[in-house]
């Protein structure tokens, strides 16, 4: 009995991976940088831990309903794409018939089995096959608004944990430092793993993340620390 080879590429994790660590990048990057820029300003205490929390908080709401309306907004699109297809289909099959053969011609098969392959799968499901090679609507791309809202609000609430625990477990006089400690080693893990999950160069893609986070961290403690000595 023959084996199945089934061979995993990493462009089929693209659509979650970018999304997972798009959310967790901006929590960590978000609230890690908000508790800098705050503390920077010269307050300290249980109030940099609430402006962790509230941080978290309205960046997860944020990101879920930016997603949800992205999302959706492709969901309507793709629904009214199909809507289309399926009035053409029915008023001219024969039309769209010829269009799917000359997509397959295209991609490189000979005229006759191109529209034996057009036939069989309209015979099997005519919409479906137009969806995925004439539109470019699959199962694995299509678009869920509620479960994107919220993967990326999950995504945010993991990256901001970092920070907030930091900033909760550590001594009160070496809060600021810790946060921005672990906030580093948090993005090198966060870019390594993103990257060794996409095929990538671990170090090249946890420096890159790493970079992004200290320039933003660098920039809200210098406008933090200016505020606090003109207010």
């Known amino acids: 009995m023959a084996a199945h080879h089934h061979e995993i590429h990493f462009s089929h994790r693209m659509g979650w991976l970018r999304a997972a660590v798009l959310g967790a990048n901006d929590g960590i990057i978000s609230?890690?940088?908000?508790?800098?820029?705050?503390?920077?300003?010269?307050?300290?205490?249980?109030?940099?831990?609430?402006?962790?929390?509230?941080?978290?908080?309205?960046?997860?709401?944020?990101?879920?309903?930016?997603?949800?309306?992205?999302?959706?907004?492709?969901?309507?699109?793709?629904?009214?794409?199909?809507?289309?297809?399926?009035?053409?289909?029915?008023?001219?099959?024969?039309?769209?018939?010829?269009?799917?053969?000359?997509?397959?011609?295209?991609?490189?098969?000979?005229?006759?089995?191109?529209?034996?392959?057009?036939?069989?799968?309209?015979?099997?499901?005519?919409?479906?096959?137009?969806?995925?090679?004439?539109?470019?609507?699959?199962?694995?791309?299509?678009?869920?608004?509620?479960?994107?809202?919220?993967?990326?609000?999950?995504?945010?609430?993991?990256?901001?944990i970092f920070p907030i625990l930091a900033m909760a477990l550590s001594p009160a006089d070496f809060g600021q430092q810790a946060v921005f400690l672990v906030t580093c080693l948090a993005l090198l893990l966060l870019g390594g793993l993103a990257s060794y999950a996409g095929g990538a160069s671990i170090g090249r893609g946890a420096l890159r993340v790493l970079c992004w986070g200290v320039l933003a961290m660098l920039c809200t403690h210098w406008i933090g620390g200016w505020f606090g000595t003109v207010v």
């Open 31 to 160: 609230v890690a940088s908000l508790i800098v820029g705050v503390a920077a300003s010269g307050t300290a205490g249980n109030a940099l831990l609430v402006t962790g929390i509230a941080g978290l908080v309205a960046g997860a709401v944020s990101m879920a309903a930016g997603e949800y309306v992205s999302v959706q907004s492709q969901a309507d699109t793709e629904k009214a794409d199909l809507l289309k297809e399926a009035q053409e289909l029915k008023r001219n099959p024969d039309f769209e018939l010829n269009e799917l053969k000359q997509i397959y011609i295209e991609r490189g098969l000979q005229a006759e089995l191109a529209l034996e392959v057009a036939k069989q799968l309209s015979q099997h499901d005519v919409l479906h096959a137009h969806a995925r090679d004439e539109i470019g609507i699959s199962d694995m791309n299509s678009a869920r608004p509620v479960q994107a809202a919220l993967a990326s609000a999950a995504s945010f609430t993991a990256g901001a």
